[in-house]
C-alpha cells in the first residue's frame, strides 16, 4: 500500500476554504473522495449561477410572455387599421379587464355568480387547467390545441354544442357545469368532478366572461368597421348588454321533450330506422347507410357545407355504432336534440338536454 498526497482534490479543497490532511487511500476510496470533491465543487458553482440568474430576473424581468389578451383573427382581418385595433384592444381591457384581474362590468353583474375576487381565482385556475387547450383568450388555441380532435372549444362566439336550449339560445349555465363535470365523451375534454364546487363555479364565472367578451368583441368590431360606430367604452357597453341579456334569457329556453319517452320494441326500433334511412332525416347523407359516420366520406358530391362545423373546421359525423355519444348517452340527451334544431351545423343531433 502506497502513502500518497492527492494533489488535486487538496487544491480542489482548498479553493473550497477547506484543508485536507493527506491520507492513505485505496484506488475505490480515492475515486470516491473525488467525485465528492467534484461534486462539492459542482454545488457550488451551481449555487452561484443559481444566484446569478435569480438575480437576472430582478434586473430583466422574468421573460415570460405578455398575460394580454390577443384579437380575435376576425378584428385583425377587419378595414381597422392598426391604430384602431389598439384602441378596439384597450377598450376592451378598460371593460373586461386583463386575464390576470378580470373585471365585472354592470352589464355582466346579473350574469355571474361571483365577485371580482372570485373571478380572479376562477382565472387563475384556468390557466392552471384549461388555457393550454383553451388557449389564454378562450379561443381555442392553445399549445394543447394542435394535438386533439376535435379541437378545444373556441368560446368566442358564445356557440356551445352540449346545451338543453334551443337552437338560437346561448346555453344554460348547467349545461357548461354538466360538460365541466361530466368531460365530453370521446374526445380530449376531461371531467373535473374531483374539483370543489366552489372553484367549478369560480372557472365557469370565468369562461362565461371570456364568451361574453369574445362575442362582444365581435360585435363590437362589426358596428366599428360596418356603420362607423366609435372606438369607446359606451358603444363596447351597448353590445356587452345585448350578449349578456342572450346568456340571461338562455335559462328560460330549455326544450322539453313534446312525446314522453316510449318503450323500445322491435316496431319502435323499425319506426327509427325508416326515419334514419329516409329522404326525410337525411340522416344518412351523413353518417351512411350503416351509421358508421361514413357517408360524407363517400360521396365525392358532398355539399361542402356539411363538411364544416359552426367554427370552420372538418365536422366529423359520429360513428353510431360505436355507442358514443359526446353530449351524453342518456335516452333524453339524444331525444331532446331531436327535436331541437341543430345550432352546431351540420347536426341536428349534436345538442344534448
Ligand atoms: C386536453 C384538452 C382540454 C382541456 C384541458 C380542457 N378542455 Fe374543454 N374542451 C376540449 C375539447 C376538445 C372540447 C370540444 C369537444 C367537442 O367539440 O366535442 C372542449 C369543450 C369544452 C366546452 C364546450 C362544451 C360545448 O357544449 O360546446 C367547455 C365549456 C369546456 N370545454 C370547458 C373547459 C374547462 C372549464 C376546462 C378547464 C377546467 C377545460 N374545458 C379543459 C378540450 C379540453
Ligand atoms: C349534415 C350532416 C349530418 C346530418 C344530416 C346528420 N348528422 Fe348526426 N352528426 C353529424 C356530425 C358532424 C356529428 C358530430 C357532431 C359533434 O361534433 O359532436 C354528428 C353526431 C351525431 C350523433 C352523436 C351525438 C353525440 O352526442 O355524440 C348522433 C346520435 C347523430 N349525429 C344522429 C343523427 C341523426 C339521427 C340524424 C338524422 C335525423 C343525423 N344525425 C343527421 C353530421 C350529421
Redesign the pocket.
Known amino acids: 500500500m502506497t502513502t500518497r498526497t492527492i494533489q488535486p482534490n487538496a487544491k480542489r479543497l482548498a479553493s473550497l476554504g477547506r484543508s485536507v490532511k493527506s491520507s492513505v487511500l485505496n484506488g475505490c476510496e480515492r475515486a470516491m473522495k473525488d467525485h465528492l470533491v467534484q461534486a462539492e465543487v459542482l454545488s457550488v458553482k451551481a449555487r452561484f449561477w443559481l444566484a446569478m440568474i435569480v438575480l437576472s430576473f430582478f434586473v430583466s424581468g422574468c421573460g415570460a410572455p405578455p398575460m394580454n389578451y390577443v384579437l380575435s383573427e376576425d378584428t385583425k382581418k377587419s378595414k381597422l387599421d392598426a391604430d384602431k385595433q389598439r384602441q378596439v384592444a384597450s377598450t376592451l381591457e378598460d371593460y373586461f379587464g386583463t386575464p390576470v384581474a378580470p373585471k365585472i362590468a354592470d352589464s355582466l353583474k346579473p350574469l355571474l355568480k361571483g365577485n371580482e375576487t372570485t373571478l380572479a381565482q376562477g382565472a387563475a385556475?384556468?390557466r392552471l387547467?384549461?388555457m393550454?387547450?383553451?388557449g389564454l383568450s378562450g379561443d381555442g388555441h392553445g399549445p394543447?390545441a394542435p394535438y386533439?380532435l376535435?379541437?378545444?372549444?373556441d368560446?368566442r362566439k358564445g356557440i356551445?354544442?352540449?346545451?338543453s336550449t334551443d337552437q338560437t339560445a346561448n346555453?344554460t349555465r348547467d349545461?357548461?357545469l354538466h360538460?365541466?363535470k361530466n368531460g365530453?365523451s370521446g374526445?380530449?375534454?376531461?371531467s373535473?368532478a374531483l374539483f370543489e364546487q366552489q372553484e367549478i363555479e369560480n372557472?365557469l364565472d370565468y369562461?362565461i366572461l371570456l364568451s361574453v367578451r369574445g362575442q362582444s368583441e365581435s360585435f363590437f368590431v362589426a358596428e366599428v368597421d360596418t356603420n362607423d360606430a366609435p372606438i369607446n367604452r359606451e358603444s363596447l357597453d351597448e353590445q356587452a348588454i345585448f350578449v349578456t341579456k342572450r346568456w340571461i334569457a338562455a335559462e328560460s329556453k330549455v326544450v322539453k321533450p313534446k312525446v314522453a319517452r316510449t318503450e323500445a320494441t322491435a316496431e319502435s326500433i323499425d319506426r327509427g330506422h325508416k326515419l334514419f334511412i329516409s329522404e326525410k332525416t337525411q340522416c344518412t347523407k351523413c353518417h351512411g347507410k350503416q351509421g358508421r359516420g361514413d357517408g360524407l366520406m363517400n360521396d365525392p358530391h358532398a355539399d361542402p357545407k356539411d363538411t364544416k362545423d359552426s367554427w370552420g373546421n372538418i365536422a366529423r359525423p359520429a360513428n353510431l355504432t360505436l355507442g358514443v355519444y359526446?353530449g351524453g348517452s342518456r335516452p333524453l340527451d339524444l331525444s331532446v336534440a331531436s327535436i331541437a334544431a341543430s345550432r352546431v351545423l351540420p347536426c341536428p343531433l349534436s345538442q344534448r338536454t
Open positions: 385556475s384556468y387547467r384549461c393550454h387547450c383553451h394543447t386533439v376535435p379541437l378545444p372549444r368560446y356551445f354544442k352540449f346545451t346555453p349545461d357548461l360538460t365541466v365530453i374526445t380530449s375534454m376531461p373535473f372557472i369562461v359526446r
